[in-house]
Nanobody
Framework: VQLQASGGGLVQAGGSLRLSCAAS????????VGWFRQASGKEREFVAA????????SYADSVKGRFTISRDNAKNTVYLQMNNLRPEDTAVYLC?????????????????WGQGTQVTVSS
């Protein structure tokens, strides 16, 4: 399984970014996908997750109303649209996949992880 996150960058507060997570080496539609982030010196934290079909989503309270997770199973890709970004959103963002039926939000729910993409939000 390979997961490649992309789309990060430097943006001013209030700006937007769209992250992508491209997957290969798996039957993508059989996996839920999650986005997590890890700021420097802090623990990795849940951001958002989407079910296999895309019909169910879950968000951390800190990003609700600002971030939107979506997927395109035909392209083996999950997206994270991030609007109204804040300096506290600065982190490395990573995607991961889970074969579990239940849409999890914990690190232990996800089996395979990709390398992250850096998001930096300036004030």
């Amino acid at each position: 399984v390979q997961l490649q996150a992309s789309g990060g960058g430097l943006v001013q507060a209030g700006g937007s970014l769209r992250l992508s997570c491209a997957a290969s080496g798996l039957t993508f539609s059989r996996y839920a996908v999650g986005w997590f982030r890890q700021a420097s010196g802090k623990e990795r934290e849940f951001v958002a997750a989407i079910s296999r079909s895309g019909t169910s989503t879950s968000y951390a309270d800190s990003v609700k109303g600002r971030f939107t997770i979506s997927r395109d199973n035909a392209k083996n890709t999950v997206y994270l649209q991030m609007n109204n970004l804040r300096p506290e959103d600065t982190a490395v963002y990573l995607c991961a996949v889970s074969p579990r039926l239940r849409l999890g939000i914990n690190l232990a729910d996800f089996d395979s992880w990709g390398q992250g993409t850096q998001v930096t939000v300036s004030s």
